[in-house]
């Protein structure tokens, strides 16, 4: 059965404080890893997408790496502005193309 | 501006009274999904359309209707609602580009209360 898990649950930081969130997934073939984040009373907003292991993407303060386990969203120097939920999500082989599996999130809280 | 609407935002409703939240895309993507969000058990994929009159269930379809008659529109049907439907239901565009990017674009959410 195709899964996908988030650690940690919550995160507190201090402003300035780097660090990582964890994506660990077992899918039977990964055809691809995306990573969105989701503000309070709003859908989530997408930010990256991986496919193959070793690939990694930069947006701003956010960096994300592929494994072929897991995945991981680093946040350097986080400001109190990066408070979000982050998601992340899956795309299984095979796949028609539209169906997603959604891990349960890291709800991130940057204090000033 | 691109994005994806929802409607109502909010629903309260009786167990058993049929009801329908719309979706609509002004992307023309061809790919629409709909989720439920509950605490503890994130997104869910109730249904998922690849095209006009082309849907296929997601993880969790029972008790949910879809269809897709138009390219930009997709409607999802409680036809008799339960208490465990109560939640937020997001829909979602996906952008199909070359080889494989499907970013997903979310509505803003329908929160439904079934009493």
């Known amino acids: 059965e195709d899964q996908v898990t988030q650690s940690p649950e919550a995160l507190r930081l201090q402003e300035g404080e780097s660090s990582s969130l964890n994506c660990s997934y077992t899918v039977s073939g990964l055809r691809g890893l995306f990573w969105y984040r989701q503000d309070p009373g709003k859908g989530p907003e997408f930010l990256f997408t991986?496919?193959?292991a070793g690939e990694e993407k930069e947006k701003e303060r956010l960096k994300a790496t592929l494994t072929k386990k897991e995945s991981f969203l680093h946040i350097t120097a986080p400001k109190p502005e990066d408070s979000a939920t982050y998601l992340c999500a899956v795309q299984a082989v095979p796949n028609t193309g539209n169906q997603f599996y959604f891990g349960t999130g890291t709800s991130l809280t940057v204090i000033p | 501006e691109a994005q994806v609407t929802q409607n109502p935002r909010y629903l309260i409703t009786v167990t058993g009274k049929k009801l329908t939240v719309t979706c609509s895309q002004n992307m023309n993507h061809e790919y629409m999904s709909w989720y439920r969000q509950d605490p503890g058990l994130g997104l869910r994929q109730i249904y998922y359309s690849m095209n006009v009159e082309v849907t296929d269930k997601g993880d969790v379809p029972e008790g949910y209707k879809v269809s897709r008659k138009e390219k930009r529109n997709f409607p999802l049907i409680l036809e008799s609602p339960s208490p465990n439907q109560t939640s937020l239901y997001f829909c979602?565009?996906?952008?199909?580009?070359?080889?494989?990017?499907?970013?997903?674009?979310f509505g803003p959410g329908t929160r439904l209360t079934v009493t």
């Open positions: 979602a565009s996906t952008l199909k580009g070359p080889p494989f990017s499907y970013e997903q674009y």
């Open positions: 991986l496919y193959s």
